[in-house]
């Protein structure tokens, strides 16, 4: 988590430094202290008086005088912070970094610096694949500077590819896993001797050989939740759907492909102390997937999807009386009505808990690195803040060792 940690920002320049006013301003509702230093060729994209009144802090460059000379000096600058933030660090301040170049108070800061350095590149896709770049690059990873993005997409001078800088929410979720982790607040083997079951991903339901229906979860925060677990001395047992996520250390994956596959593995695991429904399940499958790879024959024809319901897999093992686990989580996934679709879920599917959220495209949830969820009890509802799935993880498995602790579930 980011509370109380401090950033120095190092604001490069590139088109992308408009997007350092978000960072700043997402950074700061974490609870983190933002302290800017810009190069000549930021101003031309961003104004000292935008990062100042957002960072609550002046904004030091080139023109810093004899008294910030004095009383906070370039060494002190970067001693002062947890980690340097580049970000945009153009082709510029990205060759000055590989050879050492010390010939402004950004440069000098990174070179003098002994804390960790992150580095968000962003610049014109054929910058940042010419081998001067790239070889730059490899040269700072050796260093052991971090690398954030860049990401592929539209860039501002017309072209498409690598180059654009990786989202605040991205750089929030970087800076958060190098800075401590949100397990720093959860240790200790409280889920020792616990097994916590968690359905994570979409499932892939086929239609024939080749082609499938599935949606666009990524499992990351399933996932999430199953690296808190584990850490905590859980047995975790994650039943994921396809995704492109590595297993979290100390957990054990289950890899399947459809819903009902889904629930036999989840069947087969039980019972459980825990079981968490966080997996995207499509709700239906093909009345009958083909066996041959359904052709297109020419005349127009369009193949009619017959569809069947597939068994909802969190409702079958909250309401099954022989093997219910202690305490059963359901996710909800909402476009409306987020909180008050929850609590008929939790109704209707039996669980003890909901966790909604809403993954309107606009929240950028389904495949995000962040959420914003409702724990929905009996007891009520919790609105909780904008957070790192990671965060969302941690405070969610929080809640379950408290449980656990008051000795509500056995
Ligand atoms: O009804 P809805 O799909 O919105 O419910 C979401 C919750 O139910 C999630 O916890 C999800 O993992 C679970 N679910 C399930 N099996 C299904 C459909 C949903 O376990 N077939």
């Known amino acids: ?84 933030m580049v970000a945009p660090a153009t082709a510029d301040l990205m060759a000055k970094m590989a050879t050492g170049q010390c010939s402004d108070l950004a440069t000098t800061c990174l070179l003098a610096t002994d804390k960790p350095v992150m580095i968000a590149p962003a610049m014109n896709v054929r910058m940042w694949e010419h081998a001067a770049t790239q070889r730059n690059l490899e040269i700072l990873r050796s260093d052991g500077v971090h690398v954030v993005g860049p990401n592929e997409g539209d860039m501002a001078c017309g072209e498409y590819g690598p180059g654009r800088l990786a989202e605040p929410a991205e750089i929030i979720e970087a800076l958060s896993a190098r800075l401590g982790s949100p397990l720093d607040d959860l240790e200790g083997p409280r889920l020792a001797g616990k097994t916590i079951l968690i359905t994570a991903g979409p499932t892939q339901e086929p239609i024939d050989p080749v082609r499938y229906i599935a949606n666009r979860s990524s499992g990351k925060q399933g996932y999430a939740i199953g690296a808190v677990a584990a850490n905590l001395g859980a047995r975790v047992i994650i039943v994921s759907g396809p995704t492109r996520l590595d297993p979290p250390p100390g957990a054990e994956v289950i890899p399947v492909e459809t819903a009902e596959e889904m629930l036999k593995a989840v069947q087969d695991e039980m019972p459980v102390d825990v079981g968490i429904f966080a997996a995207a399940v499509s709700d239906w499958r093909t009345a009958g997937a083909s066996e041959q790879k359904i052709k297109k024959d020419g005349s127009g024809h369009v193949p009619a999807l017959e569809l069947t319901e597939n068994p909802d897999i969190l409702a079958t093992i909250a309401k099954d009386k022989k093997n219910r686990p202690g305490l059963v989580i359901g996710f909800a996934a909402e476009t409306e009505n987020v909180v008050e679709n929850a609590k008929a879920k939790l109704e209707r599917k039996g669980c003890d808990w909901v966790v909604a959220n809403d993954v309107s495209p606009s929240t950028g949830v389904m495949g995000g690195d962040e959420n914003t969820v409702h724990l929905v009890t009996s007891d009520g509802v919790e609105n909780w803040p904008q957070m790192a799935k990671s965060d969302v993880a941690a405070r969610l498995v929080d809640r379950i060792c408290n449980e656990l602790d008051e000795g509500v579930w056995t």
């Open 1 to 84: 988590m980011l509370a109380g940690k401090r950033i120095l920002l190092i604001v490069g320049g590139g088109i992308a430094a408009y997007k350092c006013l978000e960072l700043i301003r997402r950074l700061r509702e974490r609870e983190a202290s933002v302290r800017v230093i810009m190069t000549a060729a930021a101003k031309q994209f961003v104004t000292p008086l935008s990062l100042a009144s957002l960072s609550g802090d002046k904004v030091y460059d080139d023109m810093f005088d004899l008294t910030d000379e004095t009383e906070i000096g370039h060494i002190q600058l970067s001693r002062d912070a947890d980690i340097l």
